[in-house]
């Protein structure tokens, strides 16, 4: 038996998820992926018996890189700018 809460519309969670990774832009992903670098470190360091520190190190790298390129190398361009000349 399914309940039915109260005062909230039912809404599938799957849904839910698919409305929510499609407003995900490239930034969005390109920073979500930094935990996933080092979760993946920790990962190999306990499977592959590399020591903790090498691995986090590594995935560090892998983080700078990221934010070095969303900030850096290709930055969120603001649609709604005029460059400063009025017209």
Known sequence: ???????RPERDPFDALVDVLAAADRYDLALGTIPIAFVIA?????AFGVPAPYALAGAAIVGVGIVVDVCYLNPPIDQGSTGGTEE
């Open 42 to 46: 920790l990962v190999a360091a306990a």
């Open 1 to 7: 038996m399914h309940e039915k809460t109260l005062g």
